[in-house]
């Protein structure tokens, strides 16, 4: 069965490469790219994984993050951070809201693929 | 105490300190073990050759042991060594045979504690300061964007000439971004290195002092002293143009005190929240003056989310003493979608907007939450309306950060300035961004 990713980021050009990067490995990618309404995306979407950027218009990932992990559909769903910073106090924090993985910008494709493998078979 | 009388103990801690026992030490000075005993017990004076003697064959100076060795000396040699114990017990020993290497090794020690908390305040602000965490966010993303779609393109894998076409154009102006967005940063490192020396102008002069009392003057609050006392602490170092200014303003704090005291509005403030027409309406304090007692509030009660900028009738920025997150640019115009200059079109008309402020409007602060502010802006005359004159005005806009973002709809997206503003689809952009839409682009690609 095709697993399907929900990815949370602002940077246009990063989401068309990861979506092609991903579709290439069978693996269906949805995009969002504002943190005002991330929370109705996830529940319309209803994706396997969760891939979210920290710095995003209007609401922080981690904000976010928070949310996804309020609703009891979602208290489960494997979701990475990604960030431009690689800041101790960050990933804490990130995982102290209940990420399941971290990753820092920049990244390479090989990374992701391999992050997100991980993720899904968590999954 | 005579200090005669010290000097026995000093040498019978030497003595000790060298492992020599008392008759081997009285043998080596050419006196009785029973006479040293009662030297060491401070029972006789001593001085002259026996006294040169004794230092000598305990290798110290003799003023250490007619003196001592200066008790602060030693407390600071322990203290530069503190974290090495075993050290710590010799330091007085260091310092009485070595006093000049160990008033080095104190120097060298508080020069280092010095330069320690130099990086660590650099070290904070790269961390908290909204640009260049911005400016990291941006070049960071964008190499991250150029890395994957590089990697497509040389990836042996297929890909139809649809594909290929659209990621060698995302390619390109990623690097374009990224050029921009480098240059823009040591643009901007490169004039801040200046201006840690010297202020832009009188303004930043006062707002710099203002700022480093956390904008709320304690003896003007308790009547302690007058603009001129605090003026001659706070104000010191300024030029006499600030210091005009600043006698200005803090004559004005001094009044807003008096109208609306700290006793009265931090009770309300914990009560009501940072809430000004609430405020205003419980203690019938007029609205600006409002606005600037809130700004003044200790950081220990508001957390130091808290701050205030205000301008004249024509646009020009008098105080910038923002909240943590909210960029205002050092020089230059800022961003026309700010409440404060849509105040000055409706004065005396309160107005309230919830602001997206980021480099990427609406973005995310620099510690990662929503960067979101309460923004409470009214337009004011300044001084008492004469008759057949027009009266100048001043804008004072109060900025609350939101710590939650939840439940937030109508929100204003902002920029500190255009040239730090990467927003493209802007109707109020005054001239080209130096983040986004390229530092040097031509739009018609003269070469």
Known sequence: MTKHILLIEDEPNIIEAITFILLRKGIKVDAHSNGASALETVKSTNPDAVILDVMLPNRSGFDILQDIREDTDFAEIPVMMLTARGQTKDRERAMELGATAYMTKPFSNSDVIEAITALLEGA | MSRKILIGTRVRERRLLKGLKQAELANLVGISGSYLNLI????????????????????VEQSLLSDGVEAGLIADLRDAVEDQPANADRAEELAGRFPRWAKVIVSQKARIAELEQRVAALSDRVSHDPFLSESLHEILSTVTAIHSTASILVDPEQMNATWRKRFSDNLFSDSERLASAGKALAKYLDSDKASDFEAFSPHDELDRAIQSVGGH????????????????????????????????????????????????????????????ARIGEETGVSLPIVLRRLASLPADITGGHVGVITCDGTGTLLHKLPPEGFSVPRVGAACSLWPLFGALLQPLVPLHRVLGASLRAGGSGADGTANLFDAYTICEPIGQPKFNETPTYEATMLLVRRTDGRGVSDVLNVGPACRLCPVTDCAARRERSVLAMGFDSDPLNRV
């Open chain 2, 40 to 59: 060491e017990h401070n029972r006789r004076r001593i001085g002259g050759k026996l006294l040169a003697d004794l230092a000598r064959t305990l290798e």
């Open chain 2, 217 to 276: 003057f304690e003896e003007l609050e308790t009547g302690r002293f007058g603009p001129e006392g605090v003026a001659k602490s706070v104000l010191q170092s300024v030029s006499p143009s600030a210091l005009a200014l600043g006698l200005t303003y803090l004559d004005r704090y001094r009044k807003d005190a008096q109208a609306l005291p700290m006793d009265v509005l931090v009770p309300l403030y914990q009560r009501v929240g940072c809430n000004p």
